[in-house]
Each structure stands twice: as C-alpha cells, then as structure tokens.
T-cell receptor, first 110, second 114 residues
Framework: KQEVTQIPAALSVPEGENLVLNCSFTDSAIYNLQWFRQDPGKGLTSLLLIQSSQREQTSGRLNASLDKSSGRSTLYIAASQPGDSATYLCAVWGNNDMRFGAGTRLTVKP | DAGVIQSPRHEVTEMGQEVTLRCKPISGHDYLFWYRQTMMRGLELLIYFNNNVPIDDSGMPEDRFSAKMPNASFSTLKIQPSEPRDSAVYFC????????????FGPGTRLTVT
C-alpha cells in the first residue's frame, strides 16, 4: 500500500528566503506526482504536475523535482513571500488511486 | 469555466439523517473523484468515476455511503444514516485522464453531524 510522507510538518521562514519542501513515497510504481496548495478553509489548488518520466517541472518561483527510483520529490520555492503561507500537499497517482501526504504548513513572516 | 462546483458549502445535520452532497465537474472532464478530509486521516480518496461509471469505490468507508453519477455534469455523494464520525470536509475533483493530467478540486462541503 502506497504511503506518502511529507517533512517537515510545519515550517516558518522570513520573507525572501528560498525553501524546500519534501515528499517521499514508498512505492515507485507511480504515473505522476502532483503538488497542491491549500489555504485555510479552502479547496486545493494545483501547483505542478510531474509525470513519472519527467525529472522536474517549473512554474514561476516554484520548481518541483521527482526522483522516482528513490521515492522522493521536492518543491522548491524561491524568494518566499507572505502570500505563499499555506499548507502544501503532495499526492501520487499510482495503481488506480491517489494518495496524499499530510502536508507541510508553511508560514512566511514579513 | 467556473471550475468544479460543489453544494452545499456547509451542512449541519443530526445523527441518523440522510445527507446528500452534490458536485458539478469541469465541462469536458471525464473523470470525477470524491475525497474526504479530516484532521486525523488527512485526504482520502473515496470513489472515482470515468465516463459516469464507478471505477474504484474501495475507499468508501461503509455501506452507509453511496455515490452516483447520472450524467457527465452531475454527481452525488449520499450518507444514510449519517453519524458524528462522518463530520469532515468532502471534496469533489475532476480531470481528464488522471495518469497524465492534473486534478482540479472544488471548494468542498463542510459536513457537521451532531
């Protein structure tokens, strides 16, 4: 059974810092990995989708990498801003289901 | 497109009552997913449909839960009878082929069963 872990559970950084969020999964037989952002009391917003054949995807200040063989993905956020404060979740689409990590709660302080 | 639409946004009901949650997927998306989010268990996939047909319902917790998709633009998740432990946020999401495309989530329905 696929298990997805996100470390750290919470992170607080000053504005302007670059930061990395981590996601690991136990079964490397995945089709893709998706990073989401969730604001309090809101739904999930898709940030990046990486196919299993890809190594990374970039969107603006966000860069996500995938190492399927080691079961790891990272989300890199450059020049963090207070508006980046949210919970970030990773999810893997494997054998006909989607498994989510518990998320990393990010706070960017002005 | 308006995105995935869910109703109601909030539902408060008493234990034993029937609850029906509704979802309208993004037009053209042929996959629809129902998720539940709780503090204890995080986000869990309950069931998903492809072209209105249920593909995998192994995440549905009990027989009290049922889901239908009578057409490409509408799905329901029903809980009968409801119990306090069903209190959670229920999300609907849709996508094109999930192996290749992103899933787009609705705003969720916050269900409270007293």
């Amino acid at each position: 059974k696929q298990e997805v872990t996100q470390i750290p559970a919470a992170l607080s950084v000053p504005e302007g810092e670059n930061l990395v969020l981590n996601c690991s999964f136990t079964d490397s037989a995945i089709y893709n990995l998706q990073w989401f952002r969730q604001d309090p009391g809101k739904g999930l917003t898709s940030l990046l989708l990486i196919q299993s054949s890809q190594r990374e995807q970039t969107s603006g200040r966000l860069n996500a990498s995938l190492d399927k063989s080691s079961g790891r993905s990272t989300l890199y956020i450059a020049a963090s801003q207070p508006g980046d404060s949210a919970t970030y979740l990773c999810a893997v689409w494997g054998n006909n289901d989607m498994r989510f990590g518990a998320g990393t709660r990010l706070t960017v302080k002005p | 497109d308006a995105g995935v639409i869910q109703s109601p946004r909030h539902e408060v009901t008493e234990m034993g009552q029937e609850v029906t949650l509704r979802c309208k997927p993004i037009s053209g998306h042929d996959y629809l997913f129902w998720y539940r989010q709780t503090m204890m268990r995080g986000l869990e996939l309950l069931i998903y449909f492809n072209n209105n047909v249920p593909i995998d319902d192994s995440g549905m917790p009990e027989d009290r839960f049922s889901a239908k998709m009578p057409n490409a633009s509408f799905s329901t998740l029903k809980i009968q009878p409801s119990e306090p432990r069903d209190s959670a946020v229920y999300f609907c999401a849709s996508s094109l082929r999930p192996r290749a495309y992103e899933q787009y989530f609705g705003p969720g329905t916050r269900l409270t069963v007293t």
